[in-house]
């Protein structure tokens, strides 16, 4: 069982930047994809971001050019630059590992912004 961290969550006013970082219990190198959802409440849970094994990514459109998603394979580390935020970027923060069918998601990580 794949373990996933997240944390870098917090409160930031509008126009503000928090990074987040999930940590995996193995080498990211094993995952396909790799992604970042959210969840606001009362929503459904939404993909935000994703990056392939060979380094693909692809943005949602409500983040694209303000967010970006990396990923470092030495640290098992993946991260999400959030930039520009607005309000309606609040939410709980999860991030997912695949490797074929096998899916793990971290526990989440919540952010809030204030406007």
């Known amino acids: 069982q794949v373990q996933l961290v997240e944390s870098g969550g917090g409160l930031v006013q509008a126009g503000g930047s928090l990074r987040l970082s999930c940590v995996a219990s193995r080498s990211l190198l094993t995952f396909n994809t790799m992604s970042w959802y959210r969840q606001a409440p009362g929503k459904q849970r939404e993909l935000v971001a994703t990056?392939?094994?060979?380094?693909?990514?692809n943005y949602a459109d409500s983040v694209e050019g303000r967010f970006t998603i990396s990923r470092d394979n030495t640290k098992n580390t993946m991260y999400l630059q959030m930039n520009s935020l607005k309000p309606e970027d609040t939410g709980v923060y999860y991030c997912k590992a695949r490797q074929l069918v096998t899916v793990n998601w971290g526990q989440g990580t919540q952010v809030t912004v204030s406007s």
């Open positions: 990056v392939t094994s060979g380094g693909t990514t």
